[in-house]
């Protein structure tokens, strides 16, 4: 974290990263901070209208944005969740309290965008975290992952390093799908391809299924 993103996230104050070992053994700062983000959570000072971003041959963007100064935040939500979360919408009244733009939104097939999430991959989010990028935001922004939001904003990064300040994972799941697949014993990843070919096998022949 730089130290103007490390100036945001402490409310003016310069923080350093909390690593699983602080998270066990936090000093008063960190509880004081926490402390702060939690009573804005639940004071609830502020609450975006949600709007939709339309793309061309895509489904719609449901998102949430407040307009202020630069570097603004974007929050990217863990697999199958939503952008009302309450890391979500703490942040949103934190980023608010300081003045800085902030964007939560929900990726395709989840919370109230379209498509389905049964026929959603890491591929088509990460197309939704750019289009973010790209039409709701202006100049370098600040992205905080959570879970599998922390894999998609480092792919992110990596198609859009001009348009990242600094990065912020909360339990990031980087890579997680391919970590996961080797951690496998011989029997699951045999059920796990059955499965891919079962799903191959509809794709090909959608008239022989009901």
């Known amino acids: 974290m730089d130290s103007q993103a490390a100036q945001i996230a402490g ?3 310069q923080i350093s990263v909390m ?44 998102y949430q944005k407040i307009k202020g100064k630069n570097p ?16 979500a919408v703490a942040l949103e009244d934190f980023c608010n309290s300081l003045g800085h733009s902030f964007v939560r939104f929900d990726y395709t097939g989840c919370g109230s965008s379209e498509g389905d999430i049964k026929e959603c991959t890491v591929g088509r989010w990460k197309k939704d975290v750019l289009s973010v990028l790209d039409e709701l935001s202006e100049g370098p922004q ?40 080797n951690q496998l014993t011989v029997e699951g990843t045999g059920r796990l391809l059955g499965i891919i070919l079962n799903i191959m096998t509809l794709k090909r022949s959608p008239s022989e299924y009901p």
């Open 142 to 181: 600040i992205l905080v992952g959570s879970s599998l939001g922390g894999w998609l904003m480092l792919l992110a990064a990596i198609a859009r390093p001009e348009k990242v300040a600094a990065l912020v994972g909360v339990a990031a799941a980087a890579d997680h799908v391919v970590t996961s697949f």
């Open 19 to 62: 690593g699983p070992e602080r998270w066990k053994n936090p000093g008063q700062a960190d509880i004081d901070f926490m402390s702060h983000l939690w009573a804005i959570y639940h004071k609830g000072q502020f609450k975006a209208t949600v709007q939709f971003l339309t793309r061309p041959d895509l489904p719609k963007l449901a």
């Open 72 to 87: 603004g935040v974007i929050f990217l939500p863990g697999y199958a969740s939503n952008m009302n979360g309450q890391k």
């Open 11 to 13: 409310g003016g104050r």
